[in-house]
């Protein structure tokens, strides 16, 4: 068993793919219209274009509304994405305007930060041990 895909509400479809192509720098895997409004859009690492998708779903859901608002309330990560160095990372997106909600950390053998992802979330950058 592994995870294929995995999703993260978003307010818009077209600004996530911005930000998580353009900006984070996921590359689009899949790209269907679902409905009048909607489509199935999916990011993969371009390290692993045949790994687990990240689909930028639509946050229309009231339940899937409560649950981010009560995340990013508490500060609570939506997701978490590793990266090779979170130092390195911040400093790059932050270039980029990326708000910052939690700076660099060092948490025991990992080190981590917190970041806005325009869309709702808040999404956790990790460099773990090696």
Same mark, same amino acid.
């Given at each position: 068993?592994?995870?294929?895909?995995?999703?993260?509400?978003?307010?818009?479809?077209?600004?996530?793919?911005?930000?998580?192509?353009?900006?984070?720098?996921?590359?689009?895997?899949?790209?269907? &219209?679902?409905?009048?409004? @909607?489509?199935?859009?999916?990011?993969?690492? &371009?390290? @692993?274009?045949?790994?687990?998708?990240?689909?930028?779903?639509?946050?229309?859901?009231?339940?899937?509304?409560?649950?981010?608002?009560?995340?990013?309330?508490?500060?609570?990560?939506?997701?978490?994405?590793?990266?090779? @160095?979170?130092?390195?990372?911040?400093?790059?997106?932050?270039?980029?305007?990326?708000?910052?909600?939690?700076? &660099?950390?060092?948490?025991?053998?990992?080190?981590?930060?917190?970041?806005? @992802?325009?869309?709702?979330?808040?999404?956790?950058?990790?460099?773990?041990?090696?």
């Amino acid at each position: 068993m592994r995870i294929h895909l995995t999703s993260v509400y978003v307010d818009d479809q077209a600004a996530a793919e911005r930000f998580y192509t353009e900006v984070l720098g996921f590359v689009k895997k899949h790209d269907v &219209p679902v409905g009048e409004q @909607d489509r199935w859009l999916t990011v993969v690492s &371009p390290d @692993d274009p045949d790994g687990a998708e990240l689909l930028l779903e639509p946050a229309r859901h009231p339940a899937a509304l409560a649950y981010r608002e009560a995340l990013v309330r508490d500060g609570i990560p939506l997701a978490q994405f590793a990266v090779d @160095d979170v130092r390195a990372e911040h400093a790059r997106l932050s270039g980029l305007g990326v708000r910052f909600t939690q700076e &660099p950390v060092d948490a025991g053998p990992v080190t981590v930060a917190v970041l806005d @992802d325009t869309c709702g979330n808040l999404i956790q950058l990790a460099t773990l041990p090696g």
